[in-house]
Nanobody, 123 residues
Framework: QVRLAESGGGLVQAGGSLRLSCVDSGRVVRPYTTGWFRRAPGKEREFVAAINWSGTDTDYANSVRGRFTISRDTAKNTVYLQMNSLKPEDTAVYYC????????????????WGQGTQVTVSS
């Protein structure tokens, strides 16, 4: 079973960077895609980025494309989200999730979720 845990959140000034980590401590039964989502105060949870099991395919929300980079270290069972040029509107709780389905943008396609890590960007 997949067991996800996020880390790396914190407080950063606008223009700064953070790197989030998502570690799977469970036993991998089949390959899956890992996605990052976020929920800002008063807003719905939204898709941020996703990466397939082999790391050969990625996708990003338009709002973060060119600023965020998702990557995977399979040997460490870890997916990273490098966030550069952060903006106050990036403030949110960030979640990683796992899916074996193909619609990476849809939250309902993800069966496993971490607890989330808070990212706060000050202006």
């Amino acid at each position: 079973q997949v067991r996800l845990a996020e880390s790396g959140g914190g407080l950063v000034q606008a223009g700064g960077s953070l790197r989030l980590s998502c570690v799977d401590s469970g036993r991998v039964v089949r390959p899956y895609t890992t996605g990052w989502f976020r929920r800002a105060p008063g807003k719905e949870r939204e898709f941020v980025a996703a990466i397939n099991w082999s790391g050969t395919d990625t996708d990003y929300a338009n709002s973060v494309r060119g600023r965020f980079t998702i990557s995977r270290d399979t040997a460490k069972n870890t997916v990273y989200l490098q966030m550069n040029s952060l903006k106050p509107e990036d403030t949110a709780v960030y979640y990683c999730a796992a899916t074996t389905r193909s619609s990476w943008y849809r939250m309902d396609q993800y069966a496993y979720w971490g607890q989330g890590t808070q990212v706060t960007v000050s202006s």
